[in-house]
C-alpha cells in the first residue's frame, strides 16, 4: 500500500506541475495576443498616416500644377505687354517723326 501511495503522490506531482505550466503557457498566450492587438492597432494607424500624407500629397501636387499654370498666363501677359510696348514706342517714333 506504502508504494501505490508514493505512485498516487507522484502522479499528483505530476498533475500540479502539468497545471502550472498549462497557466504559464495560457498566460503567455494572453500576452501574445495583447502584443498582437498592439501591433495591429499601430498598423493600422502607419496606414492611416500613409493615407493621409498621400492625400497631402496629391493636394501639393494639384497646387504645384495650378500654380505652374498660372505662372504660364503671368508669362503670355508680361510677353503681350511687352510686344504692346515695343508697338507703342514704334507708333511714337512714328508720331514724332511725322510732327518734325
Known amino acids: 500500500m506504502n508504494m501505490a501511495g ?4 507522484l502522479i ?3 498533475v500540479n506541475l502539468v497545471t502550472v505550466q498549462i497557466h504559464q503557457i495560457s498566460a ?3 500576452k501574445i495576443s495583447s502584443i ?5 492597432y499601430s498598423v493600422n494607424d502607419v496606414f492611416a498616416i500613409a493615407e493621409t500624407a498621400a492625400a497631402g500629397a496629391q493636394n501639393v ?3 504645384i500644377e495650378e ?7 503671368i508669362l503670355a501677359s ?5 510686344n504692346m510696348a515695343d ?5 511714337i517714333a512714328v508720331s514724332e517723326y511725322n510732327c518734325n
Not at 508514493?6 to 503522490?9: A, L, M, Q, R, V
Not at 498582437?36 to 495591429?40: G, I, K, R, S, Y
Not at 508680361?78 to 511687352?82: G, T, Y
Not at 508697338?87 to 507708333?91: G, K, R, S, T
Open 78 to 82: 508680361a510677353n503681350a505687354l511687352s
Open 12 to 14: 499528483k506531482e505530476s
Open 87 to 91: 508697338e507703342l514706342q514704334q507708333a
Open 61 to 63: 501636387s494639384a497646387a
Open 6 to 9: 508514493e505512485s498516487f503522490n
Open 28 to 30: 503567455s498566450v494572453e
Open 36 to 40: 498582437t492587438e498592439d501591433v495591429v
Open 67 to 73: 500654380q505652374l499654370a498660372s505662372m504660364e498666363e
